[in-house]
Antibody, heavy 121, light 113 residues
């Protein structure tokens, strides 16, 4: 079954860190670029970051640059998002999403189920 | 960044009737070298992740019913549901992927009248 299964969300205090994971199955993980997209409660969708199929190229939204790090382990079919220095405005459901092509077309044909990150004291 | 807007914010349509959602981009998303508009549409039902419906403005994703169609070019685009079904109740988002960062419209909520 082609799917992305996420884990790692939760409640965290401002300034602390959290790591999200996204495990893929049912397709050749190492041939696709992968993204993180978030959605604040009751709000729209915001792109966060992308990593190329081989992990060599990464881009970030300005809102998270310098605080978040995207990475992948193709031997484990797993995508990560390391989130440091979290702020209340980072509170959102975070989705991992597969890109249509390996180098990044920037539209998303498969999504994880989402994981809620709440940043609050 | 390219700003995406959608109209209306919400609409209610009778079962079997047509629903039309508009999307505008703050700059053209038409790439002249391949004459393609870098515009996608997603459907999001409550408690679920978004689902890709259409890409390249008008190409339906595999498995998407043909009552969903997309059109437009440049800065103005439309998603049409030709005959609304109960399972189409959702929020619909347009997204440009012409330039990084990819950006989404604010969404249009579709309900049954």
């Amino acid at each position: 079954q082609v799917q992305l299964v996420q884990s790692g969300g939760g409640v965290v205090q401002p300034g602390r860190s959290l790591r999200l994971s996204c495990v893929a199955s049912g397709f050749t993980f190492s041939t696709y670029a992968l993204h993180w997209v978030r959605q604040a409660p009751g709000k729209g969708l915001e792109w966060v970051s992308v990593v190329s199929y081989d992990g060599s190229t990464k881009y970030y939204a300005d809102s998270v640059k310098g605080r978040f790090t995207i990475s992948r382990d193709n031997s484990k079919n797993t995508l990560y998002l390391q989130m440091n220095t979290l702020r209340p405005e980072d509170t959102a459901v975070y989705y991992c999403a597969r890109d249509r092509i390996h180098s990044g077309s920037y539209y998303f044909d498969l999504w994880g189920q989402g994981t809620l990150v709440t940043v609050s004291s | 960044d390219i700003v995406m807007t959608q109209s209306p914010d919400s609409l209610a349509v009778s079962l079997g009737e047509r629903a039309t959602i508009n999307c505008k981009s703050s700059q053209s998303v038409l790439f002249s070298s391949n004459n393609k508009n870098y515009l996608a549409w997603y459907q999001q039902k409550p408690g679920q992740p978004p689902k890709l419906l259409i890409y390249w403005t008008s190409t339906r994703e595999s498995g998407v019913p043909d009552r969903f169609s997309g059109s437009g070019s440049g800065t103005e685009f439309t998603l049409t549901i030709s005959s609304l079904q109960a399972e189409d109740v959702a929020v619909y988002y347009c997204q440009q992927y012409y330039s990084r960062p990819p950006t989404f419209g604010p969404g249009t909520k579709v309900d049954i009248k």
